[in-house]
């Protein structure tokens, strides 16, 4: 199984600030067909289902603001928050879909400083 | 508009059965691989089981291989998840998700439900 490790399990920034969350995986999730990463980020708020924001691992899903970003390749990944709005409180998973059993990192509570 | 819509959830002593729904609408079901996925309230997340689009290719997490059954009608746009077996460790809220498909599927998930809650406990 892949394993997904994400750090730091919580962060708490500023508003307008930048947010920075990574995610590593224990084995490559690089597909090499199109030559990109099979890694996903989700954004999960209180009693909600997880919400699509990265796919291919820095391709931006419709209607997710461009202050979120993707990138990394092979096993390091990031996720950025360019300036942190209130909205964005939330825990957020990386998700390879690399291979089966797909797996999630453990999540990053995201919190205002 | 894409949704899903979990039910079948409930409280079940351990040993017990339960079958999930999710009725699907606002997308062509027939052409999307579909999975389920659960959560332990205040914890992480865990793909638990896909299924393609014909239901003929099925694939499950080891934890329930052998105990948890996907399956669907593609007449009445709904997916399944027959649980059998069930453990206090299965108690999650279940989720289900609708991935992409295009040329070719992906298995990252554009669409989920609500979640249905599973409660095993004597």
């Known amino acids: 199984d892949i394993v997904m490790t994400q750090s730091p399990d919580s962060l708490a920034v500023s508003l307008g600030e930048r947010a920075t969350i990574n995610c590593k995986s224990s084995?490559?999730?690089?597909?090499?067909?199109?030559?990109?990463?099979?890694l996903a980020w989700y954004q999960q708020k209180r009693g909600q289902p997880p919400r699509l924001l990265i796919y291919w691992a820095s391709t931006r899903e419709s209607g997710v603001p461009d202050r979120f970003s993707g990138s990394g390749s092979g096993t390091d990944f990031t996720l950025t928050i360019s300036s942190l709005q209130a909205e964005d409180v939330a825990v957020y998973y990386c998700?390879?879909?690399?291979?089966?059993?797909?797996?999630f990192g453990q999540g990053t509570k995201l919190e205002i400083k | 508009e894409v949704q899903l819509v979990e039910s079948g959830g409930g409280l079940v002593q351990p040993g017990g059965s339960l079958r999930l729904s999710c009725a699907a609408s606002?997308?062509?079901?027939?052409?999307?691989?579909m999975h389920w996925v659960r959560q332990v309230p205040g914890k992480g997340l865990m793909w638990v089981s896909r299924?393609?689009?014909?239901?003929?290719?099925?694939t499950y997490a080891d934890s329930v291989k052998g105990r948890f059954t996907i399956s669907r009608d593609n007449a009445n746009n709904t997916l399944y998840l027959q649980m059998n077996s069930l453990r206090a460790e299965d108690t999650a809220l279940y989720y289900c998700?609708?991935?992409?498909?295009?040329?070719?599927?992906?298995?990252?998930?554009?669409?989920w439900g609500q979640g249905t809650l599973v409660t095993v406990s004597s």
């Open positions: 998700a609708r991935t992409y498909c295009g040329d070719n599927c992906f298995a990252y998930f554009q669409h």
């Open positions: 998700h390879q879909y690399y291979s089966t059993p797909f797996t």
């Open positions: 606002g997308f062509t079901f027939t052409r999307f691989w």
């Open positions: 084995q490559s999730v690089l597909y090499s067909s199109n030559n990109n990463n099979k």
């Open positions: 299924i393609n689009a014909d239901g003929s290719t099925t």
